[in-house]
């Protein structure tokens, strides 16, 4: 049954690589690729056909390995703290956000990316088929970032180039919305701006603001889709997403 604080997803016969992405073993076009290499089984058989269906219980392995199946489906939000890496392990041995997930029942995932050096609002979940279409930008999911910039008040010109979609070596961006933010200060020669995007690139918004001539000091993301960061989740805690957070998500991507 579900409750407020979690959701619990009751499967039949689903495409074996969602069920691969739910399981954590990769993401979904991951799982679609080993499918295609014919490394996983469905009851000893070799499977390489996408689409395939499996029921709850047929025995699924890749490589000769059991994969176990999560039956409950686990959703959360990390107010991510700055010198934590978005990632579920580190080779360097620096700290994740999967580190401060200890006390979570089952093994979660971040939903996209946060620098090393950008705080905030971060999706964490065993749902590979959401979290897949909540970082793919064709979906449109909207991320709206604070920006604290060196050198303002940022002039006209470049508010219109960041409105617009600016020139970066992987290509232009998207057009973004950029607004000022009044009352909000860190420091006297700071400006404080929120910009809202749907791409994903890397360290994309620090590199928009360097192409338009201004140098980013902080970046905090405040909203993620419909979910929103309030001010009483201190950095490096979280809190389970609601029923209806979650239902707001899926349906935002088509689910």
Do not use: C
Request: glycine share 10%; proline share 5%.
């Amino acid at each position: 049954m579900e409750n407020e604080n979690m959701v619990q997803d009751e499967r039949a016969a689903e495409r074996l690589q969602k069920v691969l992405a739910q399981a954590g073993v990769a993401s979904r076009r991951q799982a679609e690729r080993l499918i295609l290499d014919g490394r996983v089984t469905v009851n000893g058989d070799r499977v390489s056909a996408l689409g395939t269906k499996v029921e709850i219980q047929d025995k699924i392995e890749v490589d000769g390995h059991p994969v176990q199946r999560t039956e409950r489906l686990y959703y959360y939000l990390l107010n991510k703290p700055v010198s934590v890496i978005t990632s579920a392990s580190d080779p360097q041995g620096r700290p994740t956000v999967v580190d401060l997930m200890k006390d979570v029942p089952v093994r979660v995932y971040p939903v996209g990316r946060l620098d090393y050096d950008t705080a905030g609002l971060l999706v964490l979940t065993n749902d590979g088929e959401l979290a897949h279409r909540l970082m793919h930008p064709s979906y449109g999911a909207e991320k709206t970032y604070r920006v604290w910039i060196q050198g303002g008040p940022i002039g006209i010109n470049a508010l219109e180039n960041l409105r617009q979609g600016v020139s970066l070596a992987d290509g232009n961006t998207a057009p973004a919305k950029v607004e000022r933010v009044r009352g909000v200060s860190k420091g006297g020669q700071l400006e404080v701006l929120e910009v809202t995007i749907h791409e994903g690139r890397n360290r994309q918004i620090r590199r928009m603001f360097a192409a338009v001539g201004y140098l980013v000091v902080k970046l905090e993301r405040v909203s993620f889709g419909p979910l929103t960061l309030e001010k009483t989740l201190r950095p490096g805690t979280y809190r389970p997403l609601t029923v209806k957070e979650v239902q707001g998500l899926r349906s935002q991507v088509g689910l």
